[in-house]
């Protein structure tokens, strides 16, 4: 089983930048596409950006001229570089993944790292 591992949240003020990372430890035949949503509490986990195994990227409206999605297929790892944030960023960040295993196919989560916005 594929399990994902976050890092680089943390408290920015608006307008900086952050960088998230997620790597994808276990075996697989293939990690194909990766992604991050987020959550705030009490409410519903939303996409952020995905990207695929070859590199076709979707991007949610909100975050779409800010956040840059890239992934390093030889690292297993998926990025989200977030810039110019704002206060509405604030939430869990979760990222995830489609995994293709020995025998069967499924999507697995990391645990969530927090990102604030605030001045």
């Known amino acids: 089983q594929v399990q994902l591992v976050e890092s680089g949240g943390g408290l920015v003020q608006p307008g900086e930048s952050l960088r998230l990372s997620c790597s994808a430890y276990?075996?697989?035949?293939?990690?194909?596409?990766l992604g991050w949503y987020r959550q705030t509490p009490g409410n519903q986990r939303k996409l952020v950006a995905t990207?695929?195994?070859?590199?076709?990227?979707n991007y949610a409206n909100s975050v779409k001229d800010r956040f840059t999605i890239s992934r390093d297929n030889a690292k297993n790892t998926v990025y989200l570089h977030m810039n110019n944030l704002q206060t509405e960023d604030t939430a869990a960040y979760y990222c995830?993944?489609?995994?293709?295993?020995?025998?069967?196919?499924?999507?697995?989560w990391g645990r969530g790292t927090q990102v604030a916005v605030s001045s």
């Open positions: 276990g075996s697989a035949l293939s990690i194909d596409a």
């Open positions: 995830y993944a489609e995994v293709t295993g020995q025998d069967h196919n499924y999507i697995t």
């Open positions: 990207i695929s195994i070859g590199g076709t990227t």
